[in-house]
């Protein structure tokens, strides 16, 4: 288990960017894949996106969020962000950030899980 930190959720305007941040307490954090899965109302669990460990580290993003939001980490700050950009009501949802030792293969599972972020978007 691996104690994960989400932070900088919150209310933006239609059009408006957000970076939501997930600090990970655990070393070493390359050795762990991450992702990001969100939940609407309504709706079933969703993955958004996911940093794989297959030789290179490999991204891999849901088509509905492809071009539009960046996932990315920084290791030396044990820390994965998620840039949406251009975000629109139908984003709105609880993100939640993931991460899984080892992890080789793209999922929306990950065997530890940050509390979840609430982004809301005003149109």
């Known amino acids: 288990q691996v104690q994960l930190l989400e932070s900088f959720g919150g209310l933006v305007l239609a059009g408006g960017p957000l970076r939501l941040s997930c600090a990970a307490f655990?070393?070493?954090?390359?050795?762990?894949?991450v992702g990001w899965v969100r939940h609407a109302s309504g709706n079933e669990l969703e993955f958004v996106a996911a940093?794989?460990?297959?030789?290179?580290?490999?991204?891999y993003y849901a088509n509905s969020v492809k071009v539009r939001f960046i996932f990315s980490r920084d290791n030396s700050k044990n820390t994965v962000y998620l840039k949406m950009n251009r975000l629109k009501p139908e984003h709105k949802a609880v993100y939640y950030c993931?991460?899984?030792?080892?992890?080789?293969?793209?999922?929306?599972?990950?065997?530890?899980w940050g509390q979840g972020n609430q982004v809301t978007v005003s149109s």
């Open positions: 993931g991460a899984t030792r080892g992890l080789t293969n793209m999922t929306s599972q990950f065997s530890s």
């Open positions: 655990v070393r070493p954090f390359s050795s762990y894949g």
């Open positions: 940093i794989i460990l297959s030789g290179v580290c490999s991204t």
